[in-house]
Every structure is written in C-alpha cells, then in structure tokens.
C-alpha cells in the first residue's frame, strides 16, 4: 500500500540552524501538509499546499518556516533558524485530489530536537 | 475554544473487553477522522466518517457521529494488547480553515493481556 515517508527519522541540531525536513508524498495525491506535535501535546497544523502554493497556513507557521515541491515527488519544510521550542515531531500528510475532503495519509514523522 | 476534544483523557481495560473513546466539537464540519498513534510514532488513519453519516464500521472499529450534539465515538470491540496507542480524533472544519485537520488531545488506551 502506498504510503508517506519522511526523512530523517530524527534531527539535532543548534538553536540558530537552518533544518531541511523532507517528505515524500504518495505518488497520485494533490494536497500536501505538515502538522507538528510537541511533547505531550496536539498535533497541530502548520501549513497546506496545493498547485504549488501554501493555500492555507496557521499562526505557527511564521517568517521563519517555508515550503517548497522542488520536484515531482518531494515537499520539504524548511525552517530557517531554529529555536528551542521548534523542538517537536513534524508530520506530512497528503491527499489526493479531492482535497481535505477526504483522508489525510500521514508519514511517520521526524524527531526535530533544538539544543 | 478547543475543537476535538476525547474523553476519557486516559483508558485501561483488559484484553477481550469493548473500549470506547469521546470525541467533541464545535464548528460545523464537513468530517471526522479517527487516528491511533502508537507512543513517538507517526499517525495511522482508522476511518473517517462524514457529516452526512451516523455510523461507520470498518473490522472491529465502530465509529458514531452525532452532528446536533457535535460528538462522535469510537468502539474498539474484543480489545487487544497491539491496541494499546493513543487515539486522536480530527474534524475538518465546514468553513475558515478547509485544509486543515483540528486534533483533539487524544485518549490513552491501553489493553493488558
């Protein structure tokens, strides 16, 4: 069964640093999104993309983070300087063409861990 | 206002018996999904049940929707000890805010043999 897959699994990296989290989605889906979940906390919506644009994105999702489908499979979240409290479990999800509407098919995640 | 909210908060039941989880809400939406979560992993999607709909069955799960009390439940029946996860449900709102998914807190379920 086709399924979404993100890479790395897990991240350290400095307050301060650029980090680069990849997704791939499933092949025939349209929509494309990044959900985070602190420790112990929601899972939250960051952002949703769709035709090559951010068609919606929540108060979190600030100057400091950016998407982008640089090619036919991958959707990347880039977040440009971590802070602590970026530490958290970011998701991606997809969906296919009927959008939102239907099920959201999440990846397994990437441990982000800001020291 | 908090949309998507499960009770109870935590569950602990024995192999063989029924678990069943709350979820509430409180705009208008046009779905709902239920998601389990084993612990530090990705979210696994369980069934998604539609405005227009008041049950759904898919295996041993049994998912209801109430849209005038804005709530839904999720029963697990014949429980096992792989059942053990946090569940979550997710609405996806009728209006502001479309793409997105609104998760609840989730409910800790866990099954001993």
């Known amino acids: 069964e086709p399924e979404v897959t993100q890479t790395p699994s897990h991240q350290v990296t400095q307050m301060g640093q650029e980090v680069i989290l990849r997704c791939v989605p499933i092949?025939?889906?349209?929509?494309f999104y990044w959900y985070r979940q602190i420790l112990g906390q929601k899972v939250e919506f960051l952002v949703s993309?769709?035709?090559?644009?951010?068609?919606?994105k929540s108060e979190i999702f600030d100057d400091q983070f950016s998407v982008e489908r640089p090619d036919g499979s991958n959707f990347t979240l880039k977040i440009r300087s971590t802070k602590l409290e970026d530490s958290a479990m970011y998701f991606c999800?997809?969906?296919?063409?009927?959008?939102?509407?239907?099920?959201?098919?999440f990846g397994p995640g990437t441990r982000l861990l800001v020291l | 206002s908090q949309q998507g909210e499960e009770d109870p908060q935590a569950l602990s039941i024995q192999e063989g018996e029924n678990a069943t989880m709350n979820c509430s809400y409180k705009t208008s939406i046009n779905n709902l999904q239920w998601y389990r979560q084993n612990s530090g992993r990705g979210l696994v999607h369980l069934i998604l049940?539609?405005?227009?709909?008041r049950e759904k069955h898919s295996g041993r799960l049994r998912v209801t929707l109430d849209t005038s009390k804005k709530s839904s439940s999720l029963l697990i029946t014949a429980s096992r000890a792989a059942d053990t996860a946090s569940y979550f449900c997710a609405t996806r709102s009728l209006s502001g805010g479309y793409n997105k998914l609104i998760f609840g807190a989730g409910t800790r379920l866990a099954v001993h043999p």
């Open positions: 999800a997809s969906s296919d063409w009927r959008g939102a509407a239907q099920t959201q098919y």
């Open positions: 993309f769709y035709n090559n644009e951010i068609s919606e």
């Open positions: 092949s025939n889906h349209l929509y």
């Open positions: 049940i539609r405005s227009n709909e």
